[in-house]
């Protein structure tokens, strides 16, 4: 929400954080909602959210203390640790994406052979 800085469905949060289940997305948008961080709209039949003041606010100061963290975390590789790094972890994305892909094809009736 905060990137765009614009209103967005609940299933645009759940594409974009790869959420299959939209009831937890709306569940805390909910809390959040309850919490002054969100607001939400009615737009024909849908639903829009955006982040109140209080919740950039609160966006904007999680993002220095990750920002911290991440900094100090990444200062301990080299650049040639990192780059291979990213690729290790573009592979694995890669893999697990496709993994969660095929297992979502199967039929519930055939069988799963669990022992590999």
């Given at each position: 929400m905060n990137s765009k800085d614009q209103k967005v469905r609940a299933a645009d949060i759940s594409f974009a954080?790869?959420?299959e289940d939209t009831y937890t997305v709306q569940y805390a948008l909910k809390k959040l909602a309850a919490?002054?961080?969100?607001?939400s709209q009615?737009?024909?039949k849908e639903t829009l959210f955006q982040l109140t003041s209080a919740g950039r606010n609160l966006y904007k100061r999680y993002s220095i203390v990750r920002?911290?963290?991440?900094?100090?975390?990444v200062a301990m590789i080299s650049a040639n640790d990192l780059d291979r790094?990213?690729?290790?972890?573009?592979?694995?994305?890669?893999i697990y994406e496709q993994a969660a892909r095929n297992a979502s094809s199967l039929n519930v009736g055939e069988e799963i052979n669990l022992e590999k």
């Open positions: 954080l790869k959420i919490a002054h961080l969100v607001e009615r737009s024909g920002s911290n963290f991440l900094l100090d975390a790094l990213a690729s290790v972890l573009r592979t694995i994305s890669g």
